[in-house]
Each structure stands twice: as C-alpha cells, then as structure tokens.
C-alpha cells in the first residue's frame, strides 16, 4: 500500500518558470490537500479538495491552481514560479474531512526558485 | 481565525528523561479537534497522537500523553521515558468547523545521549 506519492522530491526552478507537482493516494480518500512548510511558520494551507471536481483554497493560495479530475490524483501547479515559492511542498489525504480523521502525508518536495 | 502557537522553538532533553512541549490556541468554539505530528529528519509527517475537544479524558499513546486544559486552551505533550528516535521537529494542529487543520509554528527536540 503506497499511500500518498508526491513526485519529484526535489525540483529546482529559475524564476518565471512553471511546473506541476505530483499528488496521487490509493486509499480512496475524499479529501486531498497541498500544504507548504516554511521555516518558522510550520504548515499552510494552500488548497485543498473534498471530492473529485471540487476544490477551494486555503491559507496562501496566490500563485498556485490546483485540479481533481479523479480521486487518485491531486496536482499542485505554479504557474510562474518566484523566489517567494521556495519551500517544502506537501500532500495530505484523509478518509473523511471532519473529526478525528488524521491526514496522511506524502514525503514532500523540496522546490528551490533561482 | 483559529491561531496556534508553540512557544518553544527548540527543546532539549536527555535519553529516558520526561519531556513536555507546549501548545496554546486561540478559538472561540466550542467543539474541535487537537493533534501532534511528529517530523523526523526523513521529513515524512507521522500523526503521534489526537484528542477531542469534549472529552475530559487525555489521550495516551504508549509514551506520549497530552495535558488539555480546554479552558486554557492548551494541549502540551509529554513525551516520557525519551529515545534517540524521537529526535524530530514535532507539530500542534487544531481542526475546527472549518474542518481544515491549523499547525503551529513547530519545536524542535533532541535527544541527548
């Protein structure tokens, strides 16, 4: 059981460029979720998903679209990539969105923006 | 908005001592949800352990249990009988009606031989 994948674990970019990171779960959660770790700040909420089609933004969503077209899969993109961007990105799925529920996390992605 | 804050950036504590990192939040409701993650160096994100807001009762996990004080709004762990292994950046989380987990700023703790 693989549980929460994020590829690539580390991706650097020079400024202006864009790329997508990789989310997918095979446990057949409902609800999926992009944070990013800063130092000092802990985690923030960048998007998040309750369901295939559906998505809504968190915390610090500017710079960052998001998609789910099917359970599994759960994409981050940044469309333009800049300095500010630079942090450890991760993914987290849970069974449900309320309660007890913990999520689940992927092993992150270390993203550099020259 | 629901804020959570450790106080402690940094901790220290010696093999098979008891040591207790702090949590405070600031919410006005009544009925959420409190966790701790622990970070390794291998930075996956490991739940550690979970509390509900109307039980009176801590939760206790082997060697971690937690002291929720609900009208003080803290949720410290304490984490006894400390090993080389759980050296790690360790986080406070509140989940409220929102349903969106709030993480605090994070302690770092290690152990020493």
């Known amino acids: 059981n693989a549980g929460v994948t994020q590829t690539p674990k580390f991706q650097v970019l020079k400024t202006g460029q864009s790329m997508t990171l990789q989310c997918a779960q095979d446990m057949n959660h409902e609800y999926m979720s992009w944070y990013r770790q800063d130092p000092g700040m802990g985690l923030r909420l960048i998007h998040y998903s309750v369901g295939a089609g559906i998505t809504d933004q968190g915390e610090v969503p500017n710079g960052y679209n998001v998609s789910r077209s099917t359970t599994e899969d759960f994409p981050l993109r940044l469309l333009s990539a800049a300095p500010s961007q630079t942090s450890v990105y991760f993914c987290?799925?849970?069974?449900?969105?309320?309660?007890?529920?913990?999520?689940?996390f992927g092993n992150g992605t270390r993203l550099t923006v020259t | 908005a629901q804020t959570v804050t450790q106080s402690q950036p940094e901790m220290s504590v010696q093999e098979a001592e008891t040591v207790t990192l702090s949590c405070t939040y600031d919410?006005?409701?009544?009925?959420?949800?409190l966790f701790w993650y622990k970070q390794p160096p291998s930075r996956q994100m490991i739940l550690v352990i979970r509390q509900e807001a109307y039980k009176q009762q801590n939760a206790t996990e082997n060697r971690f249990s937690v002291n929720f004080q609900k009208a003080a709004k803290s949720f410290s762990l304490k984490i006894s009988d400390s090993q080389l292994g759980d050296a790690a950046m360790y986080f406070c989380?509140?989940?409220?009606?929102?349903?969106?987990?709030?993480f605090g700023q994070g302690t770092r703790l290690t152990i020493n031989p």
């Open positions: 919410t006005s409701e009544s009925d959420y949800y």
């Open positions: 989380a509140y989940k409220g009606g929102a349903q969106k987990l709030v």
């Open positions: 987290a799925s849970s069974y449900e969105l309320g309660g007890l529920s913990p999520l689940h």
